[in-house]
């Protein structure tokens, strides 16, 4: 198995919403990471988790909450974003020697 | 800081062969990598390098100087479905925990 599971594909919230997303891989990884990635740009790293605990957060907003309940899953909570905070997030995982495994990514639209 | 470049777009023919660059400044180094990704999908890995030198996989292929910080990927006998933008990243171990840090991402598009 060397997929990584991100649910749901698509979502669309208002500005006032909560949602979550997430993220689940089975391959044994111990690092698990968030990306954005906006049209035409390449992916930017938000959050990287290792060993369940949150060891980078590059100046992420905190309308953006991140939480690694274990070692097969990642969640990333959403509170009061904002329209030019749609976008497509992906989640990755990896072994620390290792590449990058990437989920198909959720879409997210902010109305 | 944090410097990947690419060129923005390359334009090819169907059977031929395509050098897509890469050059870097980063914190610190712990391999480059090679993705493709399709509009709309997710990012899959293509190859990758550590050290110095060519790795050959299939169609395609990656070297890598790292005096240089210069990488290219060699996509060879070029077909439609290579349409696509490639991400090269680097794998930066500085921050006490491996992050994978894109380039600005070519896109590449395969003419008939």
């Known amino acids: 198995d060397t997929e990584v599971t991100q649910t749901p594909k698509h979502l669309v919230m208002g500005m006032t919403n909560k949602k979550s997303l997430k993220c689940e891989q089975h391959m044994g990884h111990r690092a698990m990471y968030w990306y954005k990635q906006k049209a035409k740009k390449p992916p930017e790293l938000m959050f990287v988790?290792?060993?369940?605990?949150?060891?980078i957060n590059e100046s992420v907003p905190s309308r953006f909450s991140p939480e690694c309940p274990n070692s097969s899953l990642l969640n990333l909570h959403l509170h009061a974003l904002q329209p030019e905070d749609s976008a497509l997030y992906l989640c990755?995982?990896?072994?620390?020697?290792?590449?990058?495994?990437f989920g198909q990514g959720t879409r997210l639209t902010v109305v | 800081g944090q410097n990947i470049d690419q060129p923005t777009e390359m334009t090819a023919t169907e059977g031929a062969i395509v050098q897509i660059n890469c050059t870097y400044q980063?914190?610190?180094?712990?391999?480059l990598f090679w993705y493709q990704q399709h509009a709309g999908e997710a990012p899959t890995f293509l190859s990758y390098n550590v050290l110095d030198g060519l790795e050959e996989k299939g169609r395609f292929s990656s070297f890598l100087s790292r005096s240089k910080g210069y990488s290219y990927l060699l996509l060879k006998e070029l077909q439609m479905k290579d349409s696509a933008s490639y991400l090269c990243a680097v794998r930066d171990p500085s921050s006490g925990t491996y992050k994978y840090i894109f380039g600005t991402g070519t896109r590449l598009k395969v003419l008939a």
């Open positions: 988790y290792s060993y369940e605990k949150l060891s």
């Open positions: 990755a995982s990896s072994q620390p020697d290792g590449r990058a495994f």
């Open positions: 980063t914190s610190g180094f712990n391999g």
